[in-house]
Protein backbone atom coordinates (compact mmCIF):
# COMPACT_ATOMS: atom_id res chain seq x y z
CA UNK A 1 0.00 0.00 0.00
CA UNK A 2 1.59 3.64 -0.77
CA UNK A 3 1.59 6.33 1.39
CA UNK A 4 -0.77 8.31 -0.35
CA UNK A 5 -3.44 5.56 0.01
CA UNK A 6 -2.30 4.53 3.63
CA UNK A 7 -3.20 8.24 4.80
CA UNK A 8 -7.06 7.87 2.96
CA UNK A 9 -7.02 4.52 4.71
CA UNK A 10 -6.18 5.70 8.19
CA UNK A 11 -8.61 9.00 8.53
CA UNK A 12 -11.58 6.79 6.60
CA UNK A 13 -10.78 4.48 9.79
CA UNK A 14 -10.05 7.05 12.28
CA UNK A 15 -13.53 8.96 11.42
CA UNK A 16 -15.55 5.89 11.71
CA UNK A 17 -14.17 5.01 15.04
CA UNK A 18 -14.85 8.01 16.10
CA UNK A 19 -17.15 8.47 18.79
CA UNK A 20 -18.44 11.59 17.79
CA UNK A 21 -19.05 10.83 14.45
CA UNK A 22 -22.54 8.56 14.45
CA UNK A 23 -22.64 7.95 10.92
CA UNK A 24 -20.11 7.84 8.03
CA UNK A 25 -21.42 6.42 4.87
CA UNK A 26 -18.53 5.45 2.41
CA UNK A 27 -20.44 4.17 -0.39
CA UNK A 28 -18.35 5.42 -3.56
CA UNK A 29 -14.92 5.95 -2.16
CA UNK A 30 -13.24 4.50 -5.57
CA UNK A 31 -10.70 1.99 -5.14
CA UNK A 32 -8.18 3.97 -6.51
CA UNK A 33 -6.69 7.12 -4.90
CA UNK A 34 -5.54 9.87 -7.36
CA UNK A 35 -4.33 13.05 -6.38
CA UNK A 36 -7.80 15.37 -6.60
CA UNK A 37 -9.14 12.35 -4.29
CA UNK A 38 -6.14 12.45 -2.00
CA UNK A 39 -6.80 16.30 -1.58
CA UNK A 40 -10.58 15.89 -1.28
CA UNK A 41 -9.57 13.70 1.74
CA UNK A 42 -6.82 16.36 3.15
CA UNK A 43 -9.57 18.92 2.83
CA UNK A 44 -12.01 16.07 4.96
CA UNK A 45 -9.47 15.68 7.35
CA UNK A 46 -9.15 19.40 8.21
CA UNK A 47 -12.48 20.01 8.13
CA UNK A 48 -13.42 17.34 10.70
CA UNK A 49 -10.87 18.29 12.94
CA UNK A 50 -12.20 21.71 13.46
CA UNK A 51 -15.66 20.30 14.26
CA UNK A 52 -14.35 17.61 16.55
CA UNK A 53 -12.31 19.96 18.44
CA UNK A 54 -15.49 21.95 19.33
CA UNK A 55 -17.47 18.33 20.61
CA UNK A 56 -20.04 18.84 17.54
CA UNK A 57 -21.64 15.55 16.64
CA UNK A 58 -20.87 14.46 12.68
CA UNK A 59 -22.45 12.47 10.16
CA UNK A 60 -20.94 12.12 7.31
CA UNK A 61 -21.46 11.11 3.34
CA UNK A 62 -19.68 10.86 0.26
CA UNK A 63 -21.31 11.93 -2.55
CA UNK A 64 -19.70 9.68 -5.40
CA UNK A 65 -21.95 11.12 -8.37
CA UNK A 66 -20.71 15.00 -7.81
CA UNK A 67 -17.37 13.73 -6.00
CA UNK A 68 -18.12 16.02 -3.00
CA UNK A 69 -18.73 15.09 0.54
CA UNK A 70 -21.32 16.29 2.86
CA UNK A 71 -21.24 16.82 6.35
CA UNK A 72 -24.33 17.65 9.13
CA UNK A 73 -22.69 19.00 12.38
CA UNK A 74 -24.97 19.13 15.30
CA UNK A 75 -24.06 21.46 18.36
CA UNK A 76 -26.65 21.31 20.62
CA UNK A 77 -29.82 22.35 18.96
CA UNK A 78 -27.70 23.79 16.08
CA UNK A 79 -27.02 22.27 12.92
CA UNK A 80 -24.73 22.96 10.10
CA UNK A 81 -24.42 21.64 6.83
CA UNK A 82 -20.44 21.28 5.30
CA UNK A 83 -19.49 20.97 2.26
CA UNK A 84 -16.40 19.40 1.14
CA UNK A 85 -15.87 19.80 -3.12
CA UNK A 86 -13.48 18.22 -5.21
CA UNK A 87 -11.98 21.36 -6.15
CA UNK A 88 -12.10 24.52 -4.34
CA UNK A 89 -12.29 25.08 -0.09
CA UNK A 90 -14.22 23.59 2.43
CA UNK A 91 -17.78 25.91 2.63
CA UNK A 92 -20.92 25.91 5.22
CA UNK A 93 -23.92 26.12 3.16
CA UNK A 94 -26.34 26.41 6.13
CA UNK A 95 -27.84 26.36 9.57
CA UNK A 96 -30.79 25.16 11.17
CA UNK A 97 -32.32 25.81 14.12
CA UNK A 98 -35.25 23.86 14.84
CA UNK A 99 -37.19 23.83 11.64
CA UNK A 100 -35.52 26.92 10.85
CA UNK A 101 -32.63 27.22 8.21
CA UNK A 102 -30.38 29.65 6.92
CA UNK A 103 -27.93 29.74 4.31
CA UNK A 104 -24.87 31.00 4.45
CA UNK A 105 -22.75 29.80 1.72
CA UNK A 106 -19.28 30.85 3.35
CA UNK A 107 -15.75 29.65 2.94
CA UNK A 108 -14.73 27.84 5.91
CA UNK A 109 -11.01 28.86 6.82
CA UNK A 110 -10.97 28.14 10.99
CA UNK A 111 -13.76 27.08 12.91
CA UNK A 112 -14.94 30.85 13.59
CA UNK A 113 -16.88 31.02 10.10
CA UNK A 114 -18.71 28.30 11.18
CA UNK A 115 -19.30 30.39 14.93
CA UNK A 116 -20.05 33.52 13.42
CA UNK A 117 -22.75 31.79 11.14
CA UNK A 118 -24.50 30.39 13.77
CA UNK A 119 -23.95 33.34 16.11
CA UNK A 120 -25.80 35.58 12.89
CA UNK A 121 -28.24 33.22 12.27
CA UNK A 122 -31.36 35.22 13.48
CA UNK A 123 -30.20 38.96 11.46
CA UNK A 124 -32.78 39.45 9.10
CA UNK A 125 -32.72 38.32 5.07
CA UNK A 126 -32.55 40.46 2.35
CA UNK A 127 -35.27 40.76 0.59
CA UNK A 128 -36.48 39.60 -3.45
CA UNK A 129 -38.23 42.28 -5.29
CA UNK A 130 -37.72 41.75 -9.17
CA UNK A 131 -39.53 39.13 -11.21
CA UNK A 132 -36.71 38.11 -13.21
CA UNK A 133 -33.21 37.65 -12.04
CA UNK A 134 -29.97 35.97 -15.05
CA UNK A 135 -26.67 35.43 -13.75
CA UNK A 136 -23.98 34.66 -16.64
CA UNK A 137 -20.69 33.15 -14.76
CA UNK A 138 -17.58 32.84 -17.45
CA UNK A 139 -15.67 29.51 -16.24
CA UNK A 140 -12.69 29.82 -18.66
CA UNK A 141 -11.44 27.44 -21.33
CA UNK A 142 -11.47 24.33 -21.00
CA UNK A 143 -9.14 22.01 -23.34
CA UNK A 144 -11.04 20.70 -26.07
CA UNK A 145 -11.08 17.01 -25.41
CA UNK A 146 -13.65 17.68 -22.78
CA UNK A 147 -15.91 19.38 -24.74
CA UNK A 148 -16.81 20.18 -28.96
CA UNK A 149 -16.55 23.64 -28.34
CA UNK A 150 -14.29 24.67 -25.02
CA UNK A 151 -15.40 28.48 -23.96
CA UNK A 152 -17.92 27.49 -21.22
CA UNK A 153 -20.03 29.58 -19.15
CA UNK A 154 -22.80 29.03 -16.47
CA UNK A 155 -26.09 30.85 -16.75
CA UNK A 156 -28.58 30.74 -13.84
CA UNK A 157 -31.99 32.36 -14.44
CA UNK A 158 -34.96 32.88 -11.72
CA UNK A 159 -37.73 33.78 -12.82
CA UNK A 160 -41.26 34.95 -9.87
CA UNK A 161 -44.34 32.14 -11.11
CA UNK A 162 -47.68 33.35 -10.13
CA UNK A 163 -49.28 30.06 -9.69
CA UNK A 164 -51.23 28.27 -6.93
CA UNK A 165 -48.72 25.75 -5.74
CA UNK A 166 -48.07 23.83 -2.18
CA UNK A 167 -44.33 23.68 -0.53
CA UNK A 168 -42.39 20.74 0.25
CA UNK A 169 -43.65 22.34 4.37
CA UNK A 170 -47.24 22.07 3.25
CA UNK A 171 -48.06 25.33 2.80
CA UNK A 172 -50.14 26.74 -0.06
CA UNK A 173 -48.54 29.63 -1.84
CA UNK A 174 -49.33 31.73 -4.90
CA UNK A 175 -46.15 32.89 -6.17
CA UNK A 176 -42.54 31.89 -6.26
CA UNK A 177 -39.11 31.95 -7.45
CA UNK A 178 -38.18 29.02 -9.92
CA UNK A 179 -34.73 28.29 -10.45
CA UNK A 180 -32.90 26.97 -13.49
CA UNK A 181 -29.48 26.41 -14.73
CA UNK A 182 -27.79 25.77 -18.10
CA UNK A 183 -24.39 25.42 -19.08
CA UNK A 184 -23.60 27.21 -23.13
CA UNK A 185 -20.09 26.54 -24.72
CA UNK A 186 -19.21 29.41 -26.81
CA UNK A 187 -16.69 29.36 -29.53
CA UNK A 188 -15.73 31.87 -32.71
CA UNK A 189 -18.59 30.01 -34.90
CA UNK A 190 -21.14 30.31 -31.97
CA UNK A 191 -23.12 29.15 -29.39
CA UNK A 192 -23.94 25.53 -28.33
CA UNK A 193 -26.65 24.94 -25.40
CA UNK A 194 -24.39 22.24 -23.67
CA UNK A 195 -27.68 21.46 -20.95
CA UNK A 196 -27.07 19.55 -17.82
CA UNK A 197 -23.16 18.74 -17.64
CA UNK A 198 -23.15 19.11 -13.60
CA UNK A 199 -20.95 15.91 -13.10
CA UNK A 200 -18.88 17.10 -15.87
CA UNK A 201 -17.74 20.28 -14.05
CA UNK A 202 -18.15 19.21 -10.78
CA UNK A 203 -15.04 16.53 -11.83
CA UNK A 204 -12.86 19.30 -13.50
CA UNK A 205 -9.10 19.32 -12.73
CA UNK A 206 -6.62 21.91 -12.91
CA UNK A 207 -5.38 20.27 -15.38
CA UNK A 208 -8.51 20.45 -17.36
CA UNK A 209 -8.39 24.10 -17.88
CA UNK A 210 -6.73 26.15 -20.57
CA UNK A 211 -7.58 29.21 -19.09
CA UNK A 212 -9.50 29.01 -15.48
CA UNK A 213 -11.12 32.77 -15.63
CA UNK A 214 -13.76 31.78 -12.29
CA UNK A 215 -11.93 30.70 -8.77
CA UNK A 216 -12.25 27.28 -7.72
CA UNK A 217 -14.20 28.82 -4.87
CA UNK A 218 -16.41 30.65 -6.41
CA UNK A 219 -17.18 27.74 -8.98
CA UNK A 220 -17.80 24.98 -6.47
CA UNK A 221 -20.70 27.08 -4.22
CA UNK A 222 -22.17 28.01 -8.02
CA UNK A 223 -22.29 23.86 -8.83
CA UNK A 224 -23.66 23.36 -5.41
CA UNK A 225 -26.25 25.92 -5.56
CA UNK A 226 -27.06 24.33 -8.71
CA UNK A 227 -27.35 20.69 -7.10
CA UNK A 228 -29.31 22.17 -4.43
CA UNK A 229 -32.02 24.20 -6.27
CA UNK A 230 -32.09 23.65 -10.04
CA UNK A 231 -36.25 23.40 -11.35
CA UNK A 232 -37.02 23.88 -6.98
CA UNK A 233 -41.03 23.02 -8.18
CA UNK A 234 -40.52 19.88 -9.45
CA UNK A 235 -39.61 18.54 -5.63
CA UNK A 236 -41.49 14.95 -5.59
CA UNK A 237 -41.43 14.66 -1.64
CA UNK A 238 -41.77 16.54 1.30
CA UNK A 239 -39.31 17.56 4.25
CA UNK A 240 -41.05 14.75 6.08
CA UNK A 241 -40.16 12.16 3.45
CA UNK A 242 -36.41 12.66 2.94
CA UNK A 243 -32.99 12.53 4.81
CA UNK A 244 -31.36 15.75 3.32
CA UNK A 245 -27.76 14.58 4.24
CA UNK A 246 -28.40 11.33 2.18
CA UNK A 247 -30.79 11.48 0.30
CA UNK A 248 -32.85 8.61 1.55
CA UNK A 249 -36.54 8.41 0.70
CA UNK A 250 -37.91 7.89 4.68
CA UNK A 251 -40.99 6.99 4.16
CA UNK A 252 -43.35 6.53 0.91
CA UNK A 253 -46.43 8.43 2.70
CA UNK A 254 -45.97 11.81 4.93
CA UNK A 255 -46.85 10.92 8.83
CA UNK A 256 -48.17 14.45 9.01
CA UNK A 257 -50.42 14.96 6.14
CA UNK A 258 -50.56 11.47 4.02
CA UNK A 259 -48.56 12.99 0.99
CA UNK A 260 -47.84 10.18 -0.97
CA UNK A 261 -44.49 10.48 -2.55
CA UNK A 262 -44.84 12.11 -6.36
CA UNK A 263 -48.01 12.43 -5.88
CA UNK A 264 -47.76 15.84 -7.05
CA UNK A 265 -44.79 18.53 -7.79
CA UNK A 266 -43.87 20.58 -4.80
CA UNK A 267 -42.10 23.85 -4.10
CA UNK A 268 -39.41 24.37 -2.35
CA UNK A 269 -38.72 28.28 -1.65
CA UNK A 270 -35.61 29.44 -2.89
CA UNK A 271 -34.45 31.67 0.21
CA UNK A 272 -33.38 34.89 -0.26
CA UNK A 273 -29.71 34.55 0.91
CA UNK A 274 -28.88 32.63 -2.15
CA UNK A 275 -29.74 35.11 -4.58
CA UNK A 276 -27.87 36.80 -2.53
CA UNK A 277 -24.88 34.28 -2.80
CA UNK A 278 -25.27 34.26 -6.77
CA UNK A 279 -25.03 38.32 -7.08
CA UNK A 280 -22.32 38.55 -5.24
CA UNK A 281 -20.50 35.59 -7.15
CA UNK A 282 -20.73 37.49 -10.24
CA UNK A 283 -20.07 41.06 -8.68
CA UNK A 284 -16.60 39.59 -6.71
CA UNK A 285 -15.80 35.95 -6.77
CA UNK A 286 -14.93 35.69 -10.42
CA UNK A 287 -10.84 36.31 -11.10
CA UNK A 288 -8.54 34.90 -13.60
CA UNK A 289 -6.09 31.92 -11.59
CA UNK A 290 -3.07 31.95 -13.17
Not at 225 to 232: R, T, V
Amino acid sequence: MDLRKAYVYNVIKYLKCHPNVTEFDTKGIPPEIDSGFYNLINKLNYTTKLLLNSNANLRIRFNSKHLKFIIEAKFDNVITIIIIPYSGSPFLRCVKINDKTKYYYKVITSFDTISEAINNFHQSSPKITKNRLLYEYELGTIKRHLLRKNHIYIKIEIIKTHVKQQTIDHRTIHSYYRLSATVESRDKNGTELLGQIFSTLAKLTKEDWKKQVISEDALAILLDIWDKWHLNDLTPYCIHQIDELNDELLTNVCPITGYKYGHNWLVEEIPSEVILTLENLSKYNQKEVK
